[in-house]
């Protein structure tokens, strides 16, 4: 039998670093639903390292999801749930609310009407004070853009024009149209950042 499992080489290495953010950013117990999971090596590492949370992961590609639920079934964490079929775009997602959302890697490499129903069901299924917390690079207004940044975001144009790294303060305007403020700004390796937002 083939293995699904997808392997994603900067997943082990941006692990633990979001990881350590998590911590203090993630309700102490509930539910998270990650959007965008990819391979489902982070929902693997996430919801062993924070095992008093129900982690949901989702992705639209059917492959993924395959690939996830192998990556579950070798893992075999208690507080990881099935795999949800979610493209970010869709008016609705087939889930009721959720006590956390996370999404790593998706609002550049995707259209843009990904990170507005991102956002759009942010607003709905998070409850006041919950996060919806996003990793990343970005092009911030004031601050230099690393040259491997500029690079990359040339290459994601090049490979579908409705991709490339997004002006933070264009995603930070379309959540607070949600309900959703910016929380803080971290710094990561890399050159990314995650960037969290609360549901007001």
Same mark, same amino acid.
């Given at each position: 039998?083939?293995?699904?499992?997808?392997?994603?080489?900067?997943?082990?290495?941006?692990?633990?670093?979001?990881?350590?953010?998590?911590?203090?950013?993630?309700?102490?117990?509930?539910?998270?639903?990650?959007?965008?999971?990819?391979?489902?090596?982070? &929902? $693997?590492?996430?919801? +062993? @390292?924070?095992?008093?949370?129900?982690?949901? %992961?989702?992705?639209?590609? #059917? =492959? &993924? $999801?395959?690939?996830? +639920? @192998?990556?579950?079934?070798?893992?075999?964490? %208690?507080?990881?749930?099935? #795999? =949800?079929? $979610?493209?970010?775009?869709?008016?609705?997602?087939?889930?009721?609310?959720?006590?956390?959302?996370?999404?790593?890697?998706?609002?550049?490499?995707?259209?843009?009407?990904?990170?507005?129903?991102?956002?759009?069901?942010?607003?709905?299924?998070?409850?006041?004070?919950?996060?919806?917390?996003?990793?990343?690079?970005?092009?911030?207004?004031?601050?230099?853009?690393?040259?491997?940044?500029?690079?990359?975001?040339?290459?994601?144009?090049?490979?579908?024009?409705?991709?490339?790294?997004?002006?933070?303060?264009?995603?930070?305007?379309?959540?607070?149209?949600?309900?959703?403020?910016?929380?803080?700004?971290?710094?990561?390796?890399?050159?990314?950042?995650?960037?969290?937002?609360?549901?007001?």
């Amino acid at each position: 039998m083939t293995d699904a499992r997808r392997h994603a080489p900067a997943t082990a290495r941006n692990s633990e670093p979001i990881a350590a953010i998590l911590r203090d950013a993630l309700p102490a117990a509930g539910t998270v639903l990650e959007v965008a999971s990819g391979s489902g090596e982070h &929902a $693997i590492f996430f919801a +062993r @390292a924070f095992p008093a949370l129900d982690w949901i %992961p989702s992705d639209p590609d #059917p =492959l &993924a $999801i395959a690939s996830i +639920r @192998a990556w579950a079934e070798s893992a075999r964490l %208690p507080n990881l749930r099935p #795999p =949800l079929l $979610i493209d970010a775009a869709a008016r609705d997602w087939p889930i009721d609310r959720a006590d956390a959302m996370l999404c790593i890697n998706m609002v550049h490499i995707s259209p843009w009407d990904a990170t507005v129903g991102l956002m759009r069901n942010a607003g709905k299924l998070l409850a006041k004070g919950a996060p919806l917390i996003l990793y990343g690079p970005y092009i911030q207004q004031g601050v230099e853009t690393a040259p491997s940044n500029l690079a990359f975001d040339d290459n994601l144009r090049q490979r579908d024009a409705r991709w490339g790294l997004r002006k933070l303060e264009d995603v930070v305007a379309l959540a607070a149209g949600e309900g959703l403020t910016l929380d803080a700004v971290h710094p990561m390796p890399a050159n990314n950042l995650i960037v969290p937002f609360r549901k007001g």
